[in-house]
């Protein structure tokens, strides 16, 4: 499978058409259309028709798009699906799950309004329930392409403060990066809400990269450019990975099992992990 940048991936509240043109025109990978969390209990019929409006004359270019709807156990979950199903989109994004049977009820449901066969899932890992659940979860799918952190709620349900440092949810994270990577799967990072006054968000999508994470949620339009500088490989990753690829095919033409870049022993494992670099970089490149 082609890898797909997800460095940055927006969220555009359902309600809100002015953010879903403006969204046409942002260098974000990906674009979540959200009838969830962003809008109240009162304009749920609202989000719906505008959201269907709107990717009914999509005109979105790269952007991988997704919609989040409400979940199914819910007032709203069942109505959201049905009219997500009509839609032209890349994904379908389920928020709190926690168990198998939820996805596979959202995938029939999907299904039975006409939706297709082969739409990728994508899930939110936000509560310790989920988190606790997703190695079964993730087991018991072929849908799912994706995991969302959603750290908000997350933060909400450990009693953690909200601060840039994220240590009472590391554990979680990293937690559900190796539940994710066990399933060959993409994983995000949670949203930043101070957007206005951050100074650190260069830090935050610093640890999200360091972590492990292919890509950060994003809530506003001024974060995009980080997260897409932080999570794209950097100049040096890419040298480095091209020095590596060179050494393994002159290796291999001369009948040598060993290379050694720049006085480091390079193994089979690096390879794939260099080509997987220059992959990404080169998707990254075409945008
Ligand atoms: N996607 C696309 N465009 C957005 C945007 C978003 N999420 N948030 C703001 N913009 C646009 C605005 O439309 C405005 O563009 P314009 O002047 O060309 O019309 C520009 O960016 C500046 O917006 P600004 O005035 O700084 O923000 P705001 O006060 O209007 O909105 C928020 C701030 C936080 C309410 C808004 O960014 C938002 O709704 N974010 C998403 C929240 C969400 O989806 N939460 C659920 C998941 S966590
Ligand atoms: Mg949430």
Redesign the pocket.
């Given at each position: 499978m082609a890898i797909k940048p997800r460095r940055s991936v927006?969220?555009?509240?359902g309600t809100?058409a002015?953010?879903q043109e403006?969204?046409k025109t942002?260098s974000a990978d990906g674009l979540i259309f959200?009838l969830e969390?962003?809008v109240s209990p009162l304009a749920k019929d609202e989000a719906r028709a505008c959201v269907s409006h709107t990717l009914t004359n999509s005109g979105y270019g790269h952007h991988e798009l997704i919609v989040r709807v409400n979940p199914l156990s819910g007032p709203w979950g069942h109505a959201d699906v049905k009219a997500v199903a009509k839609l032209d989109i890349d994904a379908l994004l389920l928020p709190k799950v926690e168990s198998a049977e939820e996805v596979e009820q959202a995938k029939e449901a999907y299904l039975a309004a006409g939706g297709r066969e082969d739409l990728p899932l994508w899930i939110m890992a936000e509560t310790p329930r989920g988190i606790l659940n997703l190695d079964a979860v993730l087991g018991a799918s072929t849908s799912i392409d994706v995991v969302v952190m959603g750290t908000?709620d997350l933060a909400k349900e450990l009693r953690v403060p909200p601060d840039s440092e994220r240590l009472g949810l590391l554990n979680a994270l990293s937690h559900c990066i190796t539940v994710a990577r066990a399933h060959c799967l993409d994983i995000l990072d949670g949203?930043h809400l101070d957007?206005l006054n951050s100074t650190d968000f260069d830090s935050i999508c610093a640890q999200g990269r360091r972590l492990g994470f292919d890509g950060k949620?994003l809530?506003?339009?001024?974060q995009i450019a980080e997260a897409n500088r932080a999570f794209s490989p950097n100049a040096a990753a890419v040298n480095h990975a091209e020095k590596v690829l060179a050494a393994w095919q002159e290796a291999e033409r001369e009948g040598k099992g060993m290379v050694v870049v720049d006085g480091r022993l390079v193994e089979n494992l690096h390879l794939e992990e260099a080509k997987r670099l220059l992959e990404l970089h080169t998707a990254i490149s075409g945008r």
């Open positions: 927006l969220y555009l509240p809100n002015r953010a403006k969204a942002l959200d969390d962003a908000t949203v957007f949620t809530i506003h339009p001024c």
